[in-house]
């Protein structure tokens, strides 16, 4: 299945009263060392702390909820997201997270008035597990990017960014399974912007995928590992994927860092790691532009911990 704009408008149209229309910071030439433009869409500020909440939304609003609830498995951004939809339309949400779930984002699912189980050692250990409990109770999975209403949900992000400035030439967007990516690429298909991956070089299930010519099982081993750590993109973000999204950067965990400290040294923006990896392609020159070129940073999530902030804050 691929999404086409009018998937993405009636997305849109729906989550539209539920979720944040997150604002742009306009940078002018030369700001990030590139001789164009850079415009940050600052994604973070969405409910529940990253781009999550337009999926989550999208997927609880789409079909009917039965009785036994939602259920979704989470290194932490989805889970938050899923929880915060499910409260605010009054279903029950129980959450697998893995272990390497930070504690802020555990806190934040827990805030959020769902039930947390801890479902394995990564996140591959919490989906089986979660799989396991919806197929037992018949709670309705959520998944964090392999569902069509998931990527569609993200979508609507492009048009947003289109009617707040100056058409983009590209756009940079970190993968964690591949459905914010997907879902921005199906918009801009064919449109004139070009949607480039980031993903880490120790977590690059999206890069082997397109490599190999069909998903793959990867190693994940980065820093980012907690929300762009997914093992296995899928069959549903890999076609989609294939068929639009420009090329996949990588970036060094170390690049990473030092994206997180560059937003908050400059702008006081305390991006977690997998919300600062679209920058750090940019900024450590694994994506090179164009001269002059109209560059956009999806900067995704921002639920770090003060031990996280800690780090950055120097």
């Given at each position: 299945?691929?999404l086409?704009?009018s998937?993405?408008?009636?997305?849109?149209?729906?989550?539209a009263?539920?979720?944040?229309?997150t604002p742009?910071?306009?940078?002018p030439?030369?700001?990030?060392?590139h001789?164009?433009?850079?415009?940050?869409?600052?994604?973070?500020l969405?409910?529940?702390?990253?781009?999550?909440?337009?999926?989550?939304?999208n997927?609880?609003?789409?079909?009917?909820?039965p009785a036994?609830?939602?259920t979704?498995?989470?290194?932490?951004n989805?889970g938050?997201?899923?929880a915060f939809?499910?409260?605010e339309?009054?279903?029950?949400?129980?959450?697998f997270?893995p272990?390497?779930?930070?504690?802020?984002?555990?806190?934040l699912?827990r805030?959020?008035?769902?039930?947390?189980?801890i479902?394995g050692?990564?996140?591959?250990?919490?989906?089986?597990?979660?799989d396991?409990h919806?197929?037992?109770?018949g709670?309705?999975?959520?998944h964090p990017?392999?569902a069509?209403?998931t990527?569609?949900?993200?979508g609507p992000?492009?048009?947003?960014?289109d009617s707040q400035g100056?058409?983009?030439?590209?756009?940079?967007?970190?993968?964690?399974?591949?459905?914010?990516?997907?879902?921005l690429?199906?918009?801009?298909a064919?449109?004139?912007?070009?949607?480039?991956g980031?993903?880490p070089?120790?977590s690059?299930?999206?890069?082997?995928a397109l490599?190999?010519?069909g998903?793959?099982?990867?190693a994940?081993?980065?820093?980012?590992?907690?929300s762009?750590?997914?093992r296995?993109?899928?069959?549903l973000v890999?076609?989609?994927?294939?068929?639009?999204?420009?090329?996949?950067?990588?970036?060094?965990d170390?690049?990473?860092?030092d994206a997180?400290r560059?937003?908050w040294?400059?702008?006081?923006i305390?991006?977690?790691r997998?919300?600062?990896?679209a920058?750090a392609?940019l900024?450590s020159g694994?994506?090179r532009?164009?001269?002059?070129?109209?560059?956009?940073?999806?900067l995704?999530?921002?639920?770090?911990d003060?031990?996280?902030?800690?780090?950055?804050?120097?």
């Open positions: 299945m691929s086409s704009p998937d993405i408008r009636a997305a849109h149209d729906r989550i009263p539920r979720i944040r229309r742009v910071l306009e940078l030439a030369g700001a990030l060392g001789s164009g433009p850079v415009s940050l869409k600052l994604e973070f969405q409910h529940a702390g990253s781009f999550k909440s337009r999926g989550a939304f997927s609880l609003l789409s079909q009917p909820i036994a609830g939602v979704a498995a989470s290194g932490g989805h938050a997201a899923v939809a499910a409260r339309l009054g279903v029950p949400a129980r959450i997270v272990e390497i779930a930070s504690a802020a984002k555990i806190a699912i805030s959020c008035g769902a039930e947390i189980v479902g050692e990564r996140y591959a250990d919490a989906q089986a597990a979660c396991e919806a197929a037992a109770s709670a309705r999975l959520i990017f392999s069509p209403t990527m569609a949900g993200q992000i492009g048009p947003e960014w100056e058409p983009l030439n590209s756009v940079l967007v970190a993968v964690g399974g591949g459905g914010l990516v997907g879902g690429a199906s918009w801009w064919g449109a004139g912007t070009r949607v480039i980031v993903e070089e120790g690059r299930a999206l890069h082997a490599e190999a010519g998903p793959v099982d990867v994940v081993h980065s820093v980012a590992a907690d762009l750590g997914a296995n993109v899928g069959e890999y076609t989609t994927c294939r068929d639009t999204v420009d090329h996949v950067a990588l970036v060094a170390e690049a990473i860092r997180q560059r937003l040294g400059e702008f006081r305390a991006a977690e997998g919300g600062a990896a920058l392609a900024l694994a994506y532009p164009a001269p002059g070129e109209r560059v956009g940073v999806l995704c999530g921002a639920n770090i003060a031990r996280g902030l800690a780090e950055i804050a120097v």
